[in-house]
């Protein structure tokens, strides 16, 4: 675990297994060779996480990604108007969260918290960062696919937005 991260309670490591198969369907990773999604995987490592742990949280600093093998993950921000915070995505099997933190190395917008038992890849942004300078081929690919992921998030909630605004304003 990062320095910033291993103070987790329910977060322990645990040997990789044979995830290439689902990297390779993956939105982040996709458009990889078998060759280049077997170096992601060697830096990646396996963790797994209790249900109603909290993986990162926001406004703490980012060190890292996770890439979800199994369980759910719930993406949540505070309330401007007190401690209370609100859900406003669901990460599953296949997905990565925490990847602005490598896109901008700003702290955390929101805090991830798992939803039952989760087993993740985390890839720390230093390793990745690596990775992706020695084969610009896949820091183009990752980057690229990072910016759909991304855009996409954004749109959708641009729509929630214009939808929230609209039941005010109308």
Known sequence: MSDS?????GAS???????HDLLKRSQVFTGLSDEQLTRVLAIGETCSFEENCVIVEEDKQGV???FVLDGRVDI???SPFGSATQKI???KRGEMFGELSLVDGFLRSATAR???AVEALQFTNAKLEELMEDDPRIGFTIMRNLANVLSS?????NMKLR??????LY
């Not at 998030?153 to 909630?157: A, K, Q, S, V």
């Not at 939808?163 to 005010?168: F, H, K, R, V």
Request: aromatic share 2%; charged share 25%; with cysteine.
């Open 5 to 9: 991260e291993t103070s987790n309670p």
């Open 163 to 168: 939808n929230a605004l609209s039941d005010i």
């Open 153 to 157: 998030r954004i749109r959708n909630t």
């Open 64 to 66: 890292d990604c996770f």
């Open 76 to 78: 949540e921000i505070r």
């Open 114 to 116: 798992t939803s039952d």
């Open 13 to 19: 490591a645990a040997p990789g297994s044979g995830n």
């Open 89 to 91: 995505a669901t990460i």
